[in-house]
């Protein structure tokens, strides 16, 4: 019924293209990278509606309808230093990340629907707060 010829060129074509995807899959995934890997490393979604900049790192607070999530990267990535963040939504509880990182403390996120927020991060000592914001 199948002919040896027949068969051993079909397995040849589907071995090509098997390597063919393989190749592709493998350039997908190595990419030319993203131009802004920090942004992918703080997991908050949202816009990101205020930066603030410090001598050891910066505080970024993101917003979407309902929540609001801040995060602190340091500036030089390497060694573990204490470092902390908070978000904090007016008239409720804030929610807090300290410990001894050496990238990032965060992402914190709290409910924010129609409520002011201040959010405050620190690095090796050095810090910045925001006060009440996005109101």
């Known amino acids: 019924m199948f ?3 027949a068969v051993a060129g079909t397995r040849r074509l589907l071995t090509h293209v ?3 995807l393989v190749a592709a899959g493998l350039l997908v995934l190595a990419g030319p990278g993203t131009p802004r890997a920090e942004a992918a490393a703080t997991a ?3 816009r990101l ?3 603030m900049t410090f001598t050891t790192g910066e505080l970024r607070v993101y917003k979407n309808r309902q929540y609001a999530c801040a ?4 500036k030089r990535p390497g060694a573990r230093r204490a470092m902390s ?3 904090q939504p007016r008239g409720g509880r804030a ?3 300290a410990g001894r990182f050496t990238r990032q403390a965060g992402p914190v996120t709290v409910h924010a629907l129609n409520r002011c927020v201040r959010a405050s991060g620190t690095v090796a000592g050095r810090g910045a707060s925001t006060g009440w914001i996005l109101c």
């Open 18 to 20: 098997l390597a063919v």
């Open 44 to 46: 908050c979604s949202g």
């Open 71 to 74: 995060v602190t990267v340091a």
């Open 85 to 87: 963040v908070s978000v």
């Open 3 to 5: 002919d040896g010829v």
């Open 95 to 97: 929610a807090v990340d």
């Open 49 to 51: 509606v205020k930066t």
